[in-house]
């Protein structure tokens, strides 16, 4: 999508953002929006540089600013480096967007302690070292004027609050966002950081392809969204870029559900 002038363009002006698991679905597409709103993005990939080149070239064509940085957000040397890639790309940071998980699904007696310790590394361990090197490199940046100095969101689920048999690492690991995000940010608080969660509901993106790529698996999603349609990549992007934005500078230690009404339990539409 070309970078159009409206009035969001100016939203992140002169913010230095670092999006982990930016590579593919809803990174690459918060990367983007937060560099249609004018932040300079570093493009954390894991796996595929090839995707993240190709997120870095659409974002520098619109005009933008962007660098791809390879690391595994679950190993405390590589986030360190990441930080630091971003402050030496940008002159430093302002922005961490926690985004990085997968899924390794399997029912409690079958679930291996490699894949329990798999998830919980990625989806909440690296989410607390990202969010530890961020706010020490927050430290050392400038106050602003009254201002958050840092903004971070974490990429969180419904599954924050909705059990899920059968996944029972992944929604632990998104608990574990919930509670380790509001501490943070009580914590952080004063400092004028601010710290919040997206919570997307079923969103169409490499990580659940196997169920909305069947018509039975999509459909069976549409029974969950009471709001009939499945969530775009862009849907939870336009939220992120709003949340790391000085326009939501009295939110902290609040989570925002993207999730077409997922967590109102549609299940009792019609009475139950
Ligand atoms: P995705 O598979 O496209 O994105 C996950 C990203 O994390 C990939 O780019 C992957 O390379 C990266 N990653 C995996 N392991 C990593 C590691 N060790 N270090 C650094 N990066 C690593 O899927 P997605 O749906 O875009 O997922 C992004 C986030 O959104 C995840 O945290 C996921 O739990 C969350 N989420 C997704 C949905 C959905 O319906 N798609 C719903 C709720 C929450």
Request: proline share 2%; glycine share 12%; aromatic share 4%.
């Amino acid at each position: 999508m070309p970078m159009t002038k409206n009035s969001r363009d100016r939203l992140l002006e002169g913010r230095r953002a670092l999006v982990t698991g930016a590579s593919s679905g809803i990174g690459a597409a918060v990367a983007e929006d937060l560099a249609r709103a004018g932040a300079a993005v570093a493009v954390n990939y894991h796996s595929d540089r090839k995707q993240a080149e190709e997120v870095v070239a659409r974002i520098r064509g619109a005009g933008g600013q962007a660098v791809a940085l390879e690391g595994d957000v679950s190993k405390e040397e590589a986030v360190i480096g990441l930080v630091e890639g971003t402050v030496e790309a940008f002159g430093g940071i302002d922005l961490l967007v926690a985004n990085s998980g997968i899924q390794k699904d399997a029912a409690l007696t079958e679930m291996s302690l490699q894949d329990w310790q798999a998830v919980i590394s990625v989806n909440l361990t690296g989410q607390f070292l990202c969010c530890r090197e961020a706010v020490r490199a927050f430290r050392k940046g400038p106050e602003r004027d009254g201002k958050a100095r840092g903004s971070i969101v974490c990429m969180s689920s419904v599954h924050e609050v909705i059990p899920w048999a059968g996944h029972v690492n992944y929604a632990a690991a998104k608990g574990g966002v919930r509670m380790m995000m509001q501490t943070l940010a009580q914590e952080v608080a004063a400092e004028r950081i601010r710290v919040n969660a997206v919570a997307p509901g079923a969103i169409r993106t490499p990580i659940n392809e196997d169920v909305w790529s069947t018509k039975e698996g999509r459909e069976a999603m549409l029974r969950l969204i009471p709001y009939g349609r499945i969530g775009e990549t862009e849907d939870v992007a336009r939220v992120v870029t709003w949340l790391a934005s000085d326009e939501a500078d009295y939110v902290t230690g609040t989570t925002l559900f993207v999730d077409g009404g997922m967590t109102l339990h549609a299940s009792f539409i019609g009475n139950g």
